[in-house]
């Protein structure tokens, strides 16, 4: 199982930009459609994974 975009569910690449909202979900920056003050942070997914320490790799198939 790869790590999904929560809105369109398009397989993520580590060097899409994408948005971490307050509930630990990730989507595409252009498929965020939540208010702003939701945001955890927006980043290229490896960035994201490395700031937040979500999503490890190896738990990932």
């Known amino acids: ?3 999904c975009c929560g809105f369109c569910h398009v ?5 899409d930009v ?3 909202d307050e509930f ?3 989507r595409h920056e252009e498929c ?3 208010p702003n ?6 980043d290229t997914l490896d960035n994201i994974r490395s700031r937040f320490g979500l999503f490890e790799k190896e738990y990932l198939h």
């Open 37 to 42: 003050h939701l945001i955890k942070g927006i």
């Open 24 to 26: 630990n979900f990730v």
């Open 18 to 20: 994408v948005v971490l």
């Open 11 to 15: 397989e993520l690449e580590d060097d």
């Open 1 to 3: 199982m790869r790590l």
């Open 32 to 34: 965020f459609d939540l």
